[in-house]
């Protein structure tokens, strides 16, 4: 059993930074792809970011491409999402997902979530 643990969510003002991390445990890392989803409220779960088992792959929903970053550090069991030049609308709750595929590409229904965590960006 997979456990993912989100942190580094918060209140931020439109164009300003945030950095997410996920621990995670109960399997080898590295055979796992990460990724990031998100939910607004009212909205559906979507996909945000995903990075392959090696690192080597990335890949990006169009609403965030060149505004934040997935990196994964196989060592510390570690998945991060830098966001950069926040906006309004990135406001949701942001989940950690993981997933035995092969690529960046996580399904809509990754193996394990996280709880998730809360980003809010105000304008």
């Known amino acids: 059993q997979v456990q993912l643990v989100e942190s580094g969510g918060g209140l931020v003002q439109a164009g300003g930074s945030l950095r997410l991390s996920c621990t995670h445990s109960?399997?080898?890392?590295?055979?796992?792809?990460m990724g990031w989803f998100r939910q607004a409220p009212g909205k559906e779960r979507e996909f945000v970011a995903g990075?392959?088992?090696?690192?080597?792959?990335?890949y990006y929903a169009d609403s965030v491409k060149d505004r934040f970053t997935i990196s994964r550090l196989n060592a510390k069991n570690m998945v991060s999402l830098q966001m950069n030049s926040l906006k309004p609308d990135d406001t949701a709750v942001y989940y950690c997902?993981?997933?035995?595929?092969?690529?960046?590409?996580?399904?809509?229904?990754?193996?394990?979530w996280g709880k998730g965590t809360l980003v809010t960006v105000s304008s």
């Open positions: 109960g399997r080898t890392f590295s055979s796992d792809a």
């Open positions: 990075i392959s088992r090696s690192g080597l792959s990335t």
């Open positions: 997902a993981a997933d035995r595929v092969l690529g960046a590409r996580l399904p809509p229904s990754p193996d394990y």
